[in-house]
């Protein structure tokens, strides 16, 4: 079946403009996160949706960072007022229950400039 | 929390030889233990899994574990390794209680090159 898809699969964007980026997880799966994958910080837990239940948005960086998740499935990484700090590739995942193995898309290079 | 330590950032072998990537992790509570693979410019691929039961586990492209709970390890072993292997590998676990449930948390990757 499909996997994990994630859009743009780059995106150059200038200082201070906002992005939005992407996630269509496998359907089915109740879980979705997003990660950040940067030189000199490996991968970092961003957020995670789980079902019906509040987001732990532990992981986001600065309240620049916001993310939904519409109808249980695609979701939406937001970030407002980029920062060349922001670059980095943004990797979507989904489970089907929240504790078994993720299933990662292929990512959203983005670069500040 | 729970911590995931990768003890090697690179590792070059040459191809057919044998290969151990090592991770250690630390956590309160009770995990379950993942590796992943990233070829380049891709997203990461599962390799292999620990949730119960054996503590030797089987993976894909010929990857075994074993999870070793006194020493609270999970090292990544492949008998004879191909050129087609070079890429970077990570350890990751998420704990199945506590504050971080359900959080996946990485160590900081291997990068594996194999030589001809």
């Known amino acids: 079946g499909a996997g994990v898809s994630q859009s743009p699969s780059n995106k150059v964007t200038e200082k201070g403009k906002d992005v939005e980026l992407r996630c269509d997880p496998i359907?089915?799966?109740?879980?979705l996160y997003w990660y950040r994958q940067s030189l000199g910080q490996g991968l970092e837990f961003l957020i995670y949706f789980q079902g019906n239940s509040a987001p732990d948005k532990s992981g986001l960086p600065s309240d620049r960072f916001s993310a939904e998740r519409t109808g249980g499935s695609v979701s939406t990484l937001t970030i407002q007022r980029t920062q060349q700090e922001d670059s980095a590739v943004y990797l979507c995942a989904s489970s089907r229950d929240g504790l078994r193995e993720q299933y990662f898309g292929p990512g959203t290079r983005l670069t500040v400039t | 929390a729970q911590s995931v330590t990768q003890l090697d950032s690179q590792v070059p072998v040459f191809e057919e030889a044998p290969v151990e990537l090592r991770c250690n992790y630390s956590s309160s509570v009770s995990v379950y233990l993942f590796w992943y693979v990233q070829y380049p410019n891709q997203g990461l691929q599962l390799l292999l899994k620990y949730l119960s039961g054996s503590t030797l586990v089987k993976g894909i492209n010929g990857f075994e574990a074993e999870f070793n709970k006194s020493q609270t390890s999970f090292h990544l072993r492949k008998p004879s390794v191909h050129i087609s292997d070079t890429a970077e590998y990570f350890c990751?676990?998420?704990?199945?209680?506590?504050?971080?449930?359900?959080?996946?948390?990485f160590g900081q990757g291997t990068i594996l090159t194999v030589h001809p």
């Open positions: 990751a676990v998420i704990p199945i209680g506590g504050t971080s449930y359900g959080k996946l948390t």
């Open positions: 359907s089915g799966h109740t879980a």
